[in-house]
């Protein structure tokens, strides 16, 4: 297997598609297939400005990729683009870096890493293209409705060891979240389930079986019929604590999925979800020290 791993453009990385054994008489028509969305004019035009490269990081030209054989059993990279994407009006804000480590304060509305509609906007390709650090990766992600905390590993040689921390759940991450009150759910409770997929792949919910999801949950603050809740994800299934809360029967105020959907394009940036990850603590894994980032952003009654 090619170690070739692409560099950067702007910021921004290159995809990555393996090309299995398959019918398809040319690469064209393998991408065509593949990636229904994408017109083969849009692929032509990739082609031609240099955007396609195989495992070895030559360029694929049009005649080639137009012609047989199809390169079974290797990789291409690509580098996409999203045609008049829209500026998010939100800063990200560095709390802290070191050799290994950057910790950065992240707004709602702005995604973690590329993907679908967002390119260039988002925390990923815009730290890339600020700080100049072009391997940097997340260790973890949050929703980009959410705001707060999110680490990034610089280095190659240590982020394994970040990562497992998120793997082996040892890290204390605190969220705050401002929901309903309702005097008759008791406060505070364990909230335990089990979260899949509901029928849509943007949207959880909770059935019946082995539970997988774990939310420590209390009350901070009343202000008539909103309060402020202390959230301590155990686990970390995908919207756990959206899910959570919405079982309850306090869905987090402004929330765009649950308990309703909100249609793509009809976001209010005005009306934030009004979800936090507030705190995060941990022992280093390299310089054994213990680790402890607040950020500086505040939910809205």
Same mark, same amino acid.
């Given at each position: 297997?090619?170690?070739?791993?692409?560099?950067?453009?702007?910021?921004?990385?290159?995809?990555?598609?393996?090309?299995?054994?398959? &019918?398809?008489?040319?690469?064209?028509?393998?991408?065509?297939?593949?990636?229904?969305?994408?017109?083969?004019?849009?692929?032509?035009?990739?082609?031609? *400005?240099? !955007?396609?490269?195989?495992?070895?990081?030559?360029?694929?030209? +049009?005649?080639?990729?137009?012609?047989?054989?199809?390169?079974?059993?290797?990789?291409?990279?690509?580098? *996409?683009?999203?045609? !008049?994407? #829209?500026?998010? &009006?939100?800063?990200?804000?560095?709390?802290?870096?070191?050799?290994?480590?950057?910790?950065?304060?992240?707004?709602?509305?702005?995604?973690?890493? =590329?993907?679908?509609?967002?390119?260039?906007?988002?925390?990923?390709? *815009?730290?890339?293209?600020?700080?100049?650090?072009?391997? #940097?990766? &997340?260790?973890?992600?949050?929703?980009? !409705?959410? +705001?707060?905390?999110?680490?990034?590993?610089?280095?190659?040689?240590?982020?394994?060891?970040?990562?497992?921390?998120?793997?082996?759940?040892?890290?204390?991450?605190?969220?705050?979240?401002?929901?309903?009150?309702?005097?008759?759910?008791?406060?505070?409770?364990?909230?335990?389930?089990?979260?899949?997929?509901?029928?849509?792949?943007?949207?959880?919910?909770?059935?019946?079986?082995?539970?997988?999801?774990?939310?420590?949950?209390?009350?901070?603050?009343?202000?008539?019929?909103? +309060?402020?809740?202390?959230?301590?994800?155990?686990?970390?299934?995908?919207?756990?604590?959206?899910?959570?809360?919405?079982?309850?029967?306090?869905?987090?105020?402004?929330?765009?999925?649950?308990?309703?959907?909100?249609?793509?394009?009809?976001?209010?940036?005005?009306?934030?979800?009004?979800?936090? +990850?507030?705190?995060?603590?941990?022992? !280093? =894994?390299?310089?054994?020290?213990?680790?402890?980032?607040?950020?500086?952003?505040?939910?809205?009654?």
């Amino acid at each position: 297997m090619s170690g070739f791993k692409p560099p950067s453009r702007g910021g921004i990385g290159p995809s990555c598609v393996g090309l299995p054994a398959g &019918p398809w008489p040319t690469l064209i028509d393998f991408l065509t297939q593949r990636f229904p969305n994408v017109t083969p004019a849009t692929w032509l035009a990739r082609l031609a *400005r240099g !955007d396609v490269l195989d495992e070895s990081g030559h360029a694929v030209t +049009a005649e080639r990729a137009s012609q047989p054989p199809y390169p079974a059993h290797t990789r291409l990279y690509y580098y *996409r683009e999203v045609p !008049d994407e #829209l500026p998010i &009006p939100f800063q990200e804000v560095v709390l802290y870096q070191d050799e290994h480590l950057l910790v950065v304060d992240k707004p709602h509305f702005l995604p973690v890493v =590329p993907s679908g509609g967002y390119l260039a906007e988002t925390v990923l390709v *815009r730290l890339k293209q600020r700080l100049g650090l072009d391997d #940097l990766v &997340p260790i973890h992600r949050i929703d980009r !409705d959410t +705001a707060g905390l999110v680490l990034f590993s610089k280095q190659r040689a240590s982020r394994a060891a970040y990562g497992a921390l998120f793997r082996e759940h040892r890290v204390r991450k605190t969220y705050h979240a401002i929901a309903p009150w309702r005097s008759e759910v008791t406060m505070p409770q364990v909230r335990q389930s089990r979260i899949v997929e509901a029928g849509h792949f943007m949207l959880q919910h909770e059935v019946d079986g082995p539970v997988n999801a774990i939310t420590h949950i209390n009350v901070l603050e009343v202000r008539g019929d909103l +309060a402020r809740y202390e959230l301590k994800p155990i686990t970390g299934q995908r919207h756990q604590l959206r899910v959570h809360m919405l079982g309850l029967g306090l869905p987090i105020c402004n929330d765009g999925l649950y308990p309703a959907m909100t249609p793509e394009g009809q976001k209010d940036h005005a009306h934030p979800l009004q979800l936090l +990850a507030r705190e995060l603590a941990f022992v !280093d =894994p390299v310089s054994g020290q213990p680790q402890h980032f607040v950020s500086q952003r505040q939910l809205m009654f």
